[in-house]
């Protein structure tokens, strides 16, 4: 098996549903990473929007497996694995936003790229291993510009002359360094929503989403022992879906704009 890296940036808000029944003041929360806390996309989540997507063709079972109408069982020869967040979107008193990420998030991408054997272009690597060892207080987010009185959520950032040019494009502009425990706890935007009958309101619910400009990263492990007819009809065929910046829809609301993001393949 081959692992290949992917990346989602999300175009508009995105809720991808817990499920889960709590009694907390928000109704509807997103998933989550069961030892981090934050954002997740679920790989069930993350394969069937990525199926619906790719839309039905003679490589989709062989791909994704089975749908639920077939008769017989038949497991997906690609694995799809969870989708992590890389940054998000915070607001600023200086510019509309900063692009928030910590010294943690870096690291476990690190490892992950380890783990996976997955490699990336050397000039990123350094520039991320040079970001992970930055040293972050509680309550004091780093900024990489020169920028006085910067406020990030409400907090006060210091700037730091590392230069993060080569992360730009990974994972964002006007990047901002947290501690692991402050970027946990930036809250997520919470939305109000209602169900009208004849104009009458009969459920106000509070949902939570990921706003947009998110990034998250996942991995797609892919089979090496195909002869070279399969590989151009079945592998080709799927890669060829990300070659221009293929939009998928992830999580509920589709009718009203959520989970529309951009997925890449990150090349080397």
Known sequence: MRNDLYTITTLSNLHV?????NFDIIDNQVQRDAITGLPTIHSSSLKGALREASGESKYTQYIF????????AQAGAFHFFEASLLARPVRSNKKPYFMATSVGVIENFLTF?????INIDAELKVALEALSKVKVQEGKPIIFEKLDGVILEDTEAT???????????F?????????????KALSLPVLARNYLEDGVSKNLWYEEVVPKKSKFYFA????????????????DAFEKRFDNNTHVQFGGHKSIGYGYSKVEKVSL
């Open 17 to 21: 549903g817990s499920g889960d029944i």
């Open 65 to 72: 497996g089975a749908d639920n109408k077939a008769k017989e």
């Open 113 to 117: 790229l380890e783990d996976f054997e």
């Open 159 to 169: 700037a730091n002359s590392l230069d993060v040019s080569a992360l730009e494009e």
């Open 171 to 183: 994972l964002g502009k006007n990047l901002a360094l947290f501690a692991d425990a402050d970027f």
């Open 220 to 235: 797609i492990a892919k089979p090496t022992n195909l002869d070279e007819a399969d590989k151009k009809e079945k592998l």
